[in-house]
C-alpha cells in the first residue's frame, strides 16, 4: 500500500454476515457476563477465570485458525471485532486473550506440524494459556539487547535468564521464550536470537514477582526467571538464530489487536460521558445543553470513528495478505491515543464522578497508559511509520 499513490481498494472494508453474528454473540457475553465482574476485576487486581473458561467456549482463543488446528477459521478483522467488544468493558480481560495470541499466532506462522498439533491446537481451544517471554530489565523496544542465554546442551539447549513485564505470566502454561543462542555480531545485532517453546513446571522455570504497574489489573505482568532451563530441540520455532523476525512479525499482527483495545476503551469512554451529560442536571439544565459539553463529546464521537475505520481497515489488509505493519502502527496511534484522550475528557465532563476508583472511567485512563506502551511504544510506532514510508520512496533498502 503505497503511501504517494494508495489504491482505493486499499480501503474497502467489508464486515460479513457471519463476522457481525459473531461480533454480536461476543457483545452478549461482554454485556452480560464480563461487564458485571469488570470493576471487580480491577478492584481485586484478580482475573475471574470461569469468565477465561466461557470465552473459550465462545472460540475466542482460536478465532483466525484453521479448524484442524483447534480454531475458528476466521481472520484477523474477526479477531478484533471480539477484541474490541470485551476491551469495552475490561482491557484486562481483553488481554489475557490477546497475549496468548502472541504465543499461537508465531507457532501457526513458523511452528513444525508437530508443534502445531502438540501447542497451537490445545491454545487455540482456549484449553491452555500461553505467555510471550521476550521483554527483559534492559531490553524492551530493543529486542537484540536481550541477555536471556541459550546454550546447546545434548539434544536440546539450556536456558538462563530473566523476563520482565510478561502478561499472562503467572497463566500461562506454555512459554514462547526468546533468547540469545550466539552472541551479538557487528552489523547483525538481531541476528542469534532463537524461539523456544517450554511448558509449564518444568525445572528451571519460576515465575517471579508481579508488576505493580498502573493499568490492566487483573491481567498485570509479572517476572520469569530461567534457572538451568532445559528445552529439547524439537521445541525450537523457526530456524535457529532467527527469532527476531518470528517476534517482529508477531508483533505486527499483534498491533492490530492493542488498536482494537483502544477502540472498544475510546467506546466505552464516549458512552460513559453520554450517559452522564444525559441524566446530570446543574442550573436546572442538563450538561448536553451546553455547549462546551457538546464540543467535547463531537471530539469523542469523531475520535472513536477513527479509531474504528483505521483498525478495521489494517485488519483487513492483513486479510489481504497485503503489506499492513503501516496500517498497523497508524492503527495502534490512533486507537491508543483515542482511549487516552476520551477518557480524560470524560472525566472533565463527570467531574468528580469521572475521577472516582468505582467508576469505569478512571480505569480507562489507567489502561489507556499501558495500551500505549505494549507491543511497541507509540513513538516506536511512529518510527516503524516512516521507515516504511522511506523504504516505498526508495531511501531505504
Known amino acids: 500500500m503505497s503511501t504517494l499513490s494508495p489504491l482505493p481498494s486499499d480501503y474497502n472494508i467489508t464486515i460479513s454476515e457471519e463476522q457481525e453474528a459473531f461480533r ?38 482460536g478465532i483466525p485458525f484453521p479448524e484442524e488446528y483447534g480454531g475458528g477459521a476466521g481472520d484477523d478483522l474477526s479477531l478484533v471485532l471480539a477484541t474490541e467488544e470485551i476491551a469495552r468493558f475490561s482491557a484486562a480481560f481483553s488481554a489475557v486473550v490477546g497475549a496468548t495470541y502472541l504465543v499461537s499466532t508465531p507457532i501457526f506462522l513458523f511452528g513444525t506440524e508437530e508443534q502445531k498439533r502438540k501447542y497451537l491446537v490445545p491454545i487455540a481451544r482456549g484449553e491452555k494459556i500461553a505467555a510471550h517471554a521476550m521483554t527483559e530489565p534492559g531490553a524492551g523496544s530493543d529486542v537484540a539487547a536481550i541477555a536471556t542465554t541459550a546454550t546447546k546442551s545434548g539434544d536440546g539447549y539450556t536456558i ?39 511448558e509449564k513446571g518444568t525445572p528451571g522455570l519460576s515465575v517471579g514477582q508481579r508488576a505493580d504497574v498502573i493499568g490492566l489489573r487483573g491481567d498485570q505482568p509479572v517476572e520469569l526467571v530461567f534457572d ?43 458512552e460513559a460521558a453520554l450517559g452522564y451529560s444525559t ?90 497508559q499501558i495500551i500505549k506502551t505494549y507491543e511497541g511504544t507509540n513513538d516506536i510506532q511512529r518510527l516503524t511509520i516512516m521507515k516504511e514510508v522511506a523504504k516505498e520512496m526508495g531511501v531505504l533498502g
Not at 247 to 262: F, I, S
Not at 290 to 303: G, N, S
Request: glycine fraction near 8%; charge should be positive.
Open 228 to 270: 538451568n532451563l532445559e528445552v529439547p530441540e524439537s521445541n525450537v520455532v523457526g530456524e535457529v538464530g532467527r527469532g527476531v523476525r518470528i517476534a517482529l512479525t508477531c508483533y505486527d499482527h499483534g498491533r492490530v489487536g492493542v488498536a482494537a483495545q483502544g477502540t472498544g476503551l475510546a467506546q466505552a469512554a464516549l
Open 279 to 368: 441524566q446530570r442536571q446543574t442550573f436546572d439544565t442538563y450538561l448536553l445543553s451546553y455547549q462546551q459539553v457538546q464540543f467535547k463529546i463531537a471530539e469523542m464521537t469523531a475520535a472513536v470513528h477513527t479509531a474504528r475505520l483505521l483498525t478495521y481497515w489494517a485488519a483487513t489488509l492483513t486479510k489481504k495478505g497485503k503489506d499492513f505493519i503501516k496500517a498497523s502502527s497508524i492503527a495502534k496511534i490512533a486507537a491508543t491515543e483515542a482511549a487516552e484522550k476520551n477518557a480524560h475528557m470524560a472525566m472533565l465532563i463527570m467531574g468528580a464522578y469521572g475521577v472516582s476508583a468505582e467508576m469505569q472511567v478512571e480505569r480507562i485512563l489507567r489502561d489507556s
Open 24 to 61: 454480536k454473540a461476543v457483545r452478549e457475553f461482554a454485556e452480560k457476563e464480563l461487564a458485571p465482574v469488570a470493576q471487580k476485576i480491577d478492584k481485586e487486581n484478580q482475573m475471574d477465570m470461569r469468565l477465561v473458561k466461557r470465552a473459550a467456549d465462545l472460540g475466542l482463543f
Open 160 to 198: 538462563n535468564g530473566k523476563k520482565m513485564f510478561i502478561t499472562n505470566g503467572d497463566k500461562a502454561e506454555t512459554f514462547l521464550i526468546f533468547a540469545r543462542t550466539s552472541p551479538k555480531e557487528e552489523g547483525k545485532r538481531h541476528h542469534g536470537i532463537t524461539a523456544f517453546i517450554a
